[in-house]
């Protein structure tokens, strides 16, 4: 877990920092004081639990017009996943318990499964933002190691691999299906939520349990450039967007074909939200993870 933190934490720590250098900067002083109590919280690593306090809804805060920015906003995510971290020990410990690798799985899709159901019954913006209602989706994690797990036991002898496969898909091909539903997050309409976010979870969880290494798409330098400053980008995106985007993220969805003036704006933020995030990958990520830990 330390490799995680250690992946995690210097950055966040940095960008926060540089978060409220920009806010105090360039935002108007009526906008410091709900944002200086987010930064806290951010320090905190609780801008999820603020968010419930607030009795606010992502969703809406993340439409809301240029007199209520919160250059925060983004970071309920990873709080919710480092309070993760915090709890994932005792999971672990209480799973000790269980000697059978299909006993652990049992227990990890029972916990996914009543989890979903009690994030369903829960109003909405609090099941959202509260961690262990969110507890399934990282269950759903547990699911694939437990899975890898039991597969790894499973693998076939050579006489076995020479035997003519009766599975009608690989693994492969499993992955590639999984990747074609996945695309449906694309599609520009509404989808219903509780139908979306499990088929998510669940199709992201069969594409790592599989671990299929001969899909070509892993292979791809570009991709995985681009996995390597994703969490970059997740840092810098919203603050930069908020604080010098002139419109609304909505009003940018829905009138970007009509405004030469909005599409030139965006694509000039884009293009310095992609090369700050480069800079600081190559400057200062890369840079501290080389370093050696006594």
Known sequence: MFPRFRRILPLYYLIVFLITLMVHWFLADFLWKNNNRYSLASLCLVTNQLVIHDQADYFNQFAAGPSSINAYLHLWSLSLE??????????????????????????VILITIIGFVAFALINAPFAFNF???????????????????????????KEQSDEKCTVPLEEKEIVTVSLCILAVCLVPRQLE?????????FLTTVIIALEAPNVQLWKSETLAYIGDISYVLYLMHWPIITIFLDYTTKSYIFCICKSQILFTTTVTTTAIILIASILLHHLFEKQYLKLEIP
Request: aromatic fraction near 22%; proline fraction near 5%; charge should be positive.
């Open 82 to 107: 480092l309070q993760f971290y915090l709890f994932v020990p005792f999971l672990f410990f209480g799973m000790k318990f269980l000697k059978s690798s299909y006993l652990k799985l049992t227990t």
């Open 131 to 157: 961690m262990f209602l969110r507890l399934w989706q990282f269950s759903a994690g547990f699911c694939a190691l437990f899975w890898s797990k039991i597969r790894s036991k499973k693998l076939p002898t």
């Open 193 to 201: 939520v509780l139908v979306l976010r499990p088929l998510v979870t």
